[in-house]
């Protein structure tokens, strides 16, 4: 079985530019997650996605962050403009999950992109 | 606000001793606890996990037990291995919400010596 794919695995980018991370979940995983992880801290959850529909993106900061899941499968995360504090791994992970469901799954994550904002 | 504390930034541990990791929860509403493994340049690895209906959970060399009434996990590594290097993550869930999203603590770098 395929993991969790994610692309590109390292970006380096100027203040106040622009970013895009893909991440293809594993096959029939109906749940998708963005996570941003600072150095020292442990991941933090930025969107949740069950099929195409958001179930939480309560911390995502929606002034420079957007994401998206087109037809419940690969998904997207932008950051405009970028800022020097965005500097992090961003990690997208999935689970076959299923809001309202009981019993719990854990969740597969990919490998990351690290990017550097200077 | 930090919900989940893993207040051992490190650990380092001789081969084929006990490596003991800890970590401290606030939110009484949590109720399904996992641990994550992560190598350098990787994604977090699934572990081991316990609902908060046990108070232990045994997978081979790996037991995690639960003390709800002081909100703290540890995770027992016996015997520790050089591979089991890595940063290990706690994490919860809120079951009150049922979406399956995790809070993490910050992580334990764990270095196990030959």
């Known amino acids: 079985e395929a993991g969790v794919a994610q692309s590109p695995r390292y970006k380096i980018i100027e203040k106040r530019q622009s970013v895009a991370f893909w991440c293809n979940p594993i096959?029939?995983?109906?749940?998708l997650y963005w996570y941003q992880q600072i150095l020292g801290q442990g991941p933090k959850l930025l969107i949740q996605?069950?099929?195409?529909?958001?179930?939480?993106d309560s911390q995502l900061p929606k002034d420079r962050f957007s994401a998206e899941r087109l037809k419940g499968v690969d998904s997207t995360l932008k950051i405009q403009p970028a800022k020097l504090e965005d500097s992090a791994v961003y990690l997208c992970?999935?689970?076959?999950?299923?809001?309202?469901?009981?019993?719990?799954?854990?969740?597969?994550f990919g490998p990351g992109t690290r990017l550097t904002v200077t | 606000d930090q919900q989940v504390k893993q207040n051992s930034p490190s650990l380092s541990v001789q081969e084929g001793r006990i490596s003991i990791l800890n970590c401290d929860y606030t939110?009484?509403?949590?109720?399904?606890f996992l641990w994550y493994k992560k190598y350098p340049a990787e994604g977090p690895t699934f572990l081991i996990s316990?609902?908060?209906?046990?108070d232990k959970n045994e997978d081979g060399r790996f037991t995690v037990f639960l003390n709800k009434s002081a909100k703290h996990l540890s995770l027992h590594i016996v015997p520790s291995q050089p591979g089991d290097s890595a940063v290990y993550f706690c994490?919860?869930?809120?079951?009150?919400?049922?979406?399956?999203?995790?809070?993490f603590g910050q992580g334990t770098t764990l270095q196990v010596k030959p």
């Open positions: 992970a999935s689970s076959p999950r299923r809001k309202g469901h009981a019993l719990s799954y854990e969740q597969y």
């Open positions: 096959s029939g995983h109906a749940t």
């Open positions: 996605f069950q099929n195409n529909g958001v179930v939480d």
């Open positions: 939110n009484s509403m949590f109720d399904y």
């Open positions: 316990i609902s908060s209906i046990k």
């Open positions: 994490a919860a869930e809120d079951g009150s919400s049922n979406t399956g999203k995790l809070i």
